[in-house]
């Protein structure tokens, strides 16, 4: 939240998230995540992220849990399955310029529902789905397709 994440080299940040994902896998928190909330009035100076998280928009991945750290810690960008358009480029690039940060993470997890969803689009190809929606399973199934990827009833069943 200071000046000094705004020119935190890439390898520190990476520390510094690889440190709060092991505290997140320990069940601990750490006080500065927990008090984050508590210095909301600091949030009204400009933003200092050390790190840009581009993850899925799951419920049970969130950064800012996944990696223990707090309020203006991590400028994260969120979208189901990963799936990356020009929009979210332009926001990995705005952090990168605008507040210096060095580290640009994509964050992946296991059981992604949109990975699911494509999986049952390929399964059920008849299956109707509304146009936003099929615009996701159509940008994640090339990723899916090879004959080499499990099914949908073999990663359910994970």
């Known amino acids: 939240m200071s000046a000094e994440h705004t020119t935190l080299p890439a390898k520190e940040a990476l520390d510094r ?10 069940n ?13 009035e600091n949030l009204l100076q400009p933003q200092t992220p050390f790190a840009i998280v ?10 800012e849990i996944v990696f ?5 810690d991590l400028f994260v960008i969120r979208v189901a399955g990963n799936i990356v358009a020009p929009s979210q480029v332009g ?27 494509t999986l049952e689009a390929l399964e ?7 146009r936003n929606l099929r ?7 090339p990723s899916v397709e090879d004959s080499s ?7 359910a069943r994970r």
Request: charged share 20%.
């Open 17 to 26: 998230l690889k440190a709060g994902n092991l505290r997140y896998v320990q």
């Open 54 to 63: 581009l993850g899925c928009s799951d419920s049970r991945a969130p950064a």
């Open 91 to 117: 926001s990995v690039e705005f952090a990168a310029e605008r507040f210096g940060t060095r580290l640009v993470v994509v964050l992946g997890h296991s059981t992604c529902g949109a990975i699911l969803a």
């Open 28 to 40: 601990v928190r750490s006080v500065d995540s927990m008090l984050s909330h508590s210095r909301r």
């Open 149 to 155: 990827t499990p099914s949908f009833d073999t990663i």
């Open 135 to 141: 615009s996701i399973v159509d940008r994640v199934r």
């Open 124 to 130: 059920q190809p008849g299956e109707r789905q509304s």
């Open 68 to 72: 223990d750290q707090g309020l203006g």
